[in-house]
């Protein structure tokens, strides 16, 4: 069986490693599930928060371990819709009446937070990621000046309205230019410790948060350590696709329904959130300096394969170079992002030690 690592903050920047965990600890979460609910969670005045997390918040949502929570997730609201020339016909009215009931704190509007029962400081979430969908045939990209990774070329707003052919999985970005929809949340996470007070939605951290990385799509699944009773989960920030890098500040951002069913992990002890991909092992690197952070990436992957595969550490830099691609995650949040992703066919199980 794997040994689960346990990650000790470094000085500055969190670092996140994606691990793999075998069958047999997959089994104790399953058996939480023998009788579990399905909840619903619709993005509305009552159930978002807009740009923050905040482990002082009370649970909009309490659910079991191993329930599944059906999220629908709202874009943003309509005054920001309507600045950037969206249709009138497709602003909703709640959309409006999230202007107007909802202090707008940050970016991002998250819904939750969810509190699973049980769940205390020290704990794991797991969340399996079972769907993705769009919830509107339509996303929205916006650049502001000063934003981005070209902002000398661009020093004023700039936007479209992206229509979604949600039978063929396809948004036009303008005549004869289609991107496949891949959707994701950019932005999944926990409630802070108390003494932190509240974060912003921008960066992503110990908490989870803006991960913005396209890899964590349905059949992914995502661990995030637990800092306060109850986890407090949050999601938000729904991309119908994106590009690593997301080099303009944004995505094709939408509003999205995802599946998340979720498992409360007491067997597991780890600080920093961690995640897999049905075919890769990633882990990732973040500072404000995209050298440093693909270093620590590199790094985290090293740590990884030599205390989970007892790989020597000379093995384990070597099969980085020959196996291991280095993706930027993304640019524009502040504090920049490398994934480095393994492939998990690499390891053959009678060659594993």
Known sequence: MNKILRRTPS??????????????????AADQAPTAREHTLKASPSTVVWGYFDGSKSPVLTIEPGDTVNVETMVTGARILRLLGVPERVIRPSMIEMDEKVKQEGSHI????????GAEPGDVLEIRIRDMAMAEPWAVNVFTPGG??????????????????????????????????????????????????????RPPGYHGGN???????????????????????????????????????SALEASLRGKLQIFL????????PQAETPTHYITMGLDPDLDEAAKRAVEEMVEYLVSTKGLSREEAYILCSAAVDLRVTQVVDGT??????????????????
């Open 110 to 117: 998250l819904v939750g937070p969810i509190a699973i029962r």
């Open 148 to 201: 981005g990774t070209l902002p000398h070329l661009f020093p004023y707003q700039g936007g479209k309205f992206v229509p979604i052919d949600l039978k063929r999985k396809v948004a036009t970005i303008t005549s004869g230019v289609e991107v496949p929809v891949r959707p994701f949340f950019g932005n999944i996470g926990v409630g802070p410790p108390v003494l932190v007070g509240r974060l912003s939605s």
């Open 265 to 272: 992990r007491k067997d597991l002890k780890l600080r920093w």
């Open 211 to 249: 991960f913005d990385n396209k890899e964590l799509v349905a059949g992914s699944t995502l661990y995030l350590p637990v800092h306060v009773k109850g986890g407090l989960l949050s999601v938000g920030d729904g991309h119908a696709a994106q590009g690593d890098g997301e080099v303009n500040g």
């Open 336 to 353: 920049k992002g490398i994934h480095a992703m393994l492939p998990k066919s690499v390891f053959v199980k009678s060659a594993v030690r």
């Open 11 to 28: 000085r500055g920047v969190a670092l996140l490693a994606a691990v793999f965990f075998p069958t047999a600890v997959f089994a104790k």
